[in-house]
């Protein structure tokens, strides 16, 4: 199993290859030599590859018949002239390849041996400069051959842009790609790098800057980013010097019946430690013993019906709600969504809130549609499809369609949770490791979502943020975790941020 680990060396935007393909043609509008965009990056991928293995290993170069062969081009010949033991092994005829990367196997000093699998034993590195990231369809031929060649040896990979084989877009993988211990690709990251299941063959992702200006950004535009401070650092809300706990806002949060009441406290836990001044559980009246049991700093309200918890709400100081978590499926949950939905306040719906509308989108959407006031949807892959239908492709893709569907911040759980909110600007989340999946995690993230929404941070960053900080606090604890253990947390993970910012 490889580690997957992401670099920011630039920023947080990740650029299609269709947006990489622009910033390349506008980096050469404003004077950069297109041969200079490849010769750095062919550097950074020797520079790499020298990181991972001693002068005088054997590398096996594989270039394709694009741009993306170029680079491997540059990075033999540094390679070659640092004393490492290259082959270099080219998919097609060198005569066929043209522009910058004809030109580069021209300042190649060394032989050029056709792609053959057979030869790729006792290497201690195999760069993969065969394709790059547009590349949509399967590897087929020699290059098929190759990855099999190289998986059954064990050998290393060190991928150029993207593994072989993967789509850069979406993450997708539909024939043989190579599984690469790390990967270089430049200027900015793209969206194939963090999706599944591509981003766990591309290892440890590192960004290079090859002199592409970053105000090129500005003109592409994208829209897509990865969730990391940068992200939204300038939105979250620090406790001021003057501040008190009624300017950090009041969270509630909607308790279940006697019997399911732990994952509202797990929320309501992580909305106070995520900086709500205040937070109370609004309890049904069969639970408000239970609750009593476990709460101190957390307070307590009872409320009965749909019309007990819009009176709770009139209060428009609690400002922002989080519904569903042991609520239980069916009307009675219906009604108090549609009551939570009818206040200011902001309003986070999760679990059996969002499954009780499975086939009744629009009612939902009817309850939603004059709110001024945010909603955000925090829906695992079961639920999203309960409430949305099978919507095909990518976790972005399936993201973005929800938002624009349902008018909310979407935030779509899994091992890439990706957030996007109408109108398509997403943000995938890389941090999250494999013991978070564990129960309860959810009502934790929900509670940190609403924690963020009561200090009055806007939806789209402070979903962003909490995902972020869910993922950061799981990792801090390590192996073992469970979701109690997430709150508690916090504090270290938070004491860091404030110190970078």
């Known amino acids: 199993m490889t580690k997957e680990t992401v670099w920011i060396e630039g920023g947080v935007d990740l650029l299609t290859p269709q947006d990489m393909a622009r910033a390349d043609a506008l980096a050469v509008e404003r004077g950069v030599s297109s041969l200079t965009l490849m010769e750095a990056a062919g550097r950074a991928v020797a520079d790499a590859a020298r990181r991972l293995v001693p002068p005088g290993s054997r590398v096996a170069v594989l270039c394709g018949p694009g741009n993306n062969g170029g680079d491997g081009f540059v990075a033999a010949r540094y390679l070659k002239r640092a004393s490492y033991d290259v082959r270099l092994f080219l998919h097609g005829e060198v005569s066929q390849l043209k522009g910058d990367a004809a030109e580069m ?24 400069a065969l394709f790059g990231a547009g590349l949509t369809r399967p590897l087929d031929g020699r290059a098929a051959e190759a990855v099999a060649a190289v998986v059954e040896a064990g050998t290393p990979v060190l991928a150029v842009d993207v593994p072989s084989g993967l789509d850069g877009e979406t993450g997708a993988v539909a024939g043989p790609v190579f599984r690469a211990v790390e990967t270089v690709t430049f200027f900015r990251a793209k969206p194939g ?46 406790p001021s010097a003057n501040g008190h706990k009624y300017t950090r806002g009041h969270a509630l949060v909607v308790s279940g019946p006697a019997e399911a009441t732990g994952a509202a406290r797990l929320g309501a836990r992580g909305a106070l430690r995520a900086g709500a001044g205040l937070v109370t559980v609004a309890s ?218």
């Not at 030869?119 to 993969?128: G, K």
């Open 193 to 238: 790098h963090m999706l599944y299941p591509g981003r766990g063959y591309c290892g440890t992702v590192r960004v290079a800057d090859i002199g592409i200006p970053r105000a090129v950004l500005g003109e592409i535009g994208s829209a897509t980013f990865l969730n990391a401070p940068p992200l939204w650092r300038e939105a979250y809300r620090w």
């Open 284 to 501: 049904p009246l069969d639970a408000v013993g239970v609750n009593a049991m476990h709460l101190t700093a957390i307070m307590l309200r009872p409320f009965e019906a749909p019309e007990g918890l819009a009176s709770l709400l009139e209060d428009t100081r609690k400002n922002a709600v989080l519904l569903g978590p042991g609520a239980g499926l069916g009307e009675a949950t219906r009604r108090l969504v549609e009551a939570a939905l009818r206040s200011p306040a902001a309003v986070v719906l999760d679990a059996d809130a969002l499954t009780s509308f499975a086939g009744d989108l629009s009612r939902l959407k009817d309850a939603m549609a004059l709110r001024r006031a945010p909603v955000v949807l925090t829906p695992h892959d079961g639920e999203f499809e309960r409430l949305f239908g099978h919507v095909p492709g990518s976790r972005l893709v399936r993201a973005r369609h929800a938002a624009d569907e349902s008018g909310a911040i979407v935030l779509l759980k899994g091992a890439d949770t990706v957030i996007a909110e109408p109108g398509g600007r997403a943000a995938i989340t890389a941090n999250a490791p494999p013991w978070l999946a564990t129960a309860g995690a959810g009502d934790v993230l929900g509670g940190f979502v609403t924690g963020l929404l009561a200090q009055g941070m806007s939806a789209f960053e402070a979903t962003a943020a909490a995902a972020w900080l869910h993922g950061e606090a799981a990792r801090d604890f390590g192996p073992g975790l469970i979701a109690e253990d997430l709150p508690d947390r916090l504090p270290r993970v938070l004491s860091r941020l404030y110190g970078e910012a």
């Open 105 to 128: 196997a021209r300042r190649f000093d060394g032989p050029v041996r056709p792609l053959d699998p057979f030869q790729l034993e006792s290497l201690h590195l195999v760069i993969d």
